[in-house]
């Protein structure tokens, strides 16, 4: 059975970092693409960030470009989201999901989420 | 991006409706668009990929098809356990994009 579990979430001021984890399981995960996918309060789907299944290919949406940086351990399962000068748009619950490949592929499984909240 | 248009935006229904929902994209996507249901609290759920393929476990009252820039939901006979919010996703190109979602309420 897949399972993803993320973690990693908080109460962070405007301006500050965290990191975000998501431990895999249940599959074999250095065949998978991975993928970040926020969710404001209320809103809708706004994807962030993919990694190949190697790590050698990563791609960003343009409002987080150069602030966040997506990260992949294959030898532990897991997938991290490093997540720099935070502002209060990037208040969400972020979803790590996955992809049968980097291009053309949808989510097939999502992780139950983590709540980030910018806030002062 | 490729901006992804749903609607509607959320409309009532009862149970045994049969109910579409529509997606567009801005621009040709050929057949790389996702569905997804989404539940309150829960991560969303794949419900179709490739406009119209069923995603293993998925009942087959949901169905999907479309290509180019027009795509539909289909729900053959509303259940309780569908009223949810639908979401279409382009895997075309990056960055993926989402709909804004259909909300499916009781009548």
């Known amino acids: 059975e897949v399972q993803l579990l993320e973690s990693g979430g908080g109460l962070v001021q405007p301006g500050g970092s965290l990191r975000l984890s998501c431990a895999a399981s249940?599959?074999?995960?250095?065949?998978?693409?991975m993928s970040w996918v926020r969710q404001a309060p209320g809103k809708g789907l706004d994807w962030v960030s993919a990694?190949?299944?190697?790590?050698?290919?990563?791609t960003y949406a343009d409002s987080v470009k150069g602030r966040f940086t997506i990260s992949r351990d294959n030898s532990k399962n897991t997938l991290y989201l490093q997540m720099n000068s935070l502002r209060a748009e990037d208040t969400a619950v972020y979803y790590c999901?996955?992809?049968?490949?980097?291009?053309?592929?949808?989510?097939?499984?999502w992780g139950q989420g983590t709540l980030v909240t910018v806030s002062s | 991006a490729i901006r992804m248009t749903q609607s509607p935006s959320s409309f009532s229904a009862s149970t045994g409706d049969r109910v579409t929902i529509t997606c567009r994209a801005s621009?040709?996507?050929?057949?790389?668009l996702a569905w997804y249901q989404q539940k309150p609290g829960k991560a969303p759920k794949l419900l179709i990929y490739?406009?119209?393929t069923l995603q293993s476990g998925v009942p087959s009252r949901f169905s999907g098809s479309g290509s180019g820039t027009d795509f539909t939901l289909t729900i053959r006979s509303l259940q309780s356990e569908d009223f949810a919010t639908y979401y279409c996703?382009?895997?075309?190109?990056?960055?993926?994009?989402f709909g804004q979602g259909t909300k499916v309420e009781i009548k």
């Open positions: 999901a996955i992809s049968s490949g980097f291009y053309s592929n949808p989510f097939d499984y």
């Open positions: 249940g599959f074999t995960f250095v065949n998978y693409a």
């Open positions: 990694i190949s299944g190697s790590g050698n290919s990563t």
């Open positions: 621009q040709g996507i050929s057949s790389y």
């Open positions: 490739a406009a119209s």
């Open positions: 996703q382009q895997c075309y190109s990056y960055p993926w994009t």
